[in-house]
T-cell receptor, first 112, second 108 residues
Framework: GAGVSQSPSNKVTEKGKDVELRCDPI?????LYWYRQRLGQGLEFLIY????????KSGLPSDRFSAERTGESVSTLTIQRTQQEDSAVYLC??????????FGQGTRLTVV | GQQLNQSPQSMFIQEGEDVSMNCTSS?????WLWYKQEPGEGPVLLIA?????ELTSNGRLTAQFGITRKDSFLNISASIPSDVGIYFC????????FGTGTSLTVIP
């Protein structure tokens, strides 16, 4: 596709359930970022993938959070045993080399 | 991850006024970007800067890459109601780091 695609756009889940969020980056983009944005807040860095290098996981808030990316393709962010404080918009962005990062529309996660 | 210091945190201005916001860091960056986020949307790129001292315009928007490579500013001239949103700066060395955002409200 022409842009970064995220799915689902909205997700409501029960506390304690696992969720998986998907990001399809722009084709050819080697870098992929995940951010969390709580209501009315800024962008909270979660994880960064660059090509086949080891990802920078320094932003993951707990071991309930994990993300995978195979090569330069799709990435999935998994949240296990969801808590109400996990409710937020999860944004994905991709970039190529030293050029601009482009964002998807985000997945709005609501934990009830 | 590292965050950039972005100010002001919020602005309430009258339509037609000019707006100025800036971003500073203790680290040197090779690239500075400015994004705008509207409610329910992902951030959209406004301006990209690649060289220290570079001044770039996009319509009513003007942004500069600071000469020290540690700061950048964004100006919006003659604001209009559709300028409302949250503006984020981003600096890049090996990866992107984002500012905390400036929330802009334009009063008609």
């Amino acid at each position: 596709g022409a842009g970064v695609s995220q799915s689902p756009s909205n997700k409501v889940t029960e506390k304690g359930k696992d969720v998986e969020l998907r990001c399809d980056p722009i084709s050819g983009h080697t870098a992929l970022y995940w951010y969390r944005q709580r209501l009315g807040q800024g962008l909270e860095f979660l994880i960064y993938f660059q090509g086949n290098s080891a990802p920078d996981k320094s932003g993951l808030p707990s071991d309930r959070f994990s993300a995978e990316r195979t090569g330069e393709s799709v990435s999935t962010l998994t949240i296990q045993r969801t808590q109400q404080e996990d409710s937020a918009v999860y944004l994905c962005a991709s970039a190529w080399g030293n050029t601009e990062a482009f964002f998807g529309q985000g997945t709005r996660l609501t934990v009830v | 991850g590292q965050q950039l210091n972005q100010s002001p945190q919020s602005m309430f201005i009258q339509e037609g006024e000019d707006v100025s916001m800036n971003c500073t860091s203790s680290s040197i960056f090779n690239t500075w970007l400015w994004y705008k986020q509207e409610p329910g949307e992902g951030p959209v790129l406004l301006i990209a800067l690649y060289k220290a001292g570079e001044l770039t315009s996009n319509g009513r928007l003007t942004a500069q890459f600071g000469i020290t490579r540690k700061d950048s500013f964004l100006n919006i001239s003659a604001s209009i109601p559709s300028d409302v949103g949250i503006y984020f700066c981003a600096g890049r060395v090996s990866q992107f780091y984002f500012g905390t955002g400036t929330s802009l409200t334009v009063i008609p």
